[in-house]
């Protein structure tokens, strides 16, 4: 089990399967193009093997962000909404998860969770 600085690494690898795709789809308005689906779990991968806690937390708060900006259901394509819900969906399990850790990283997600 990994403990300290590293421990974020242990929670779960759904945001790393995930939300490449959906925030591809974000940015790019809709069905992305593959390069954008790579450069994006280009960019998740670099973030597990040689990120810090604070740079993947950072990843997750912009891919919230994208979501939330990104059309109403209904306003959208499918594909959006799809998007936008699997990324509120796995932002929302990795901060419970983030709960269970000790120290720093459950203070820091019930703070962030509290400014909402």
Known sequence: MLSG???????????????PRAIASLRTG???PSEAVEREREQAEQLVLHGSRREWLAWLREAEELAQRAPAAGEGSEELENARRDVLAVIRNHNALMLGLSGRVARATTLAQEEE
């Not at 242990?10 to 939300?19: A, C, D, K, Q």
């Open 30 to 32: 809709g069905s992305p």
């Open 5 to 19: 600085r590293r421990d974020w690494l242990s929670i779960t690898p759904e945001p790393e399967r995930v939300l």
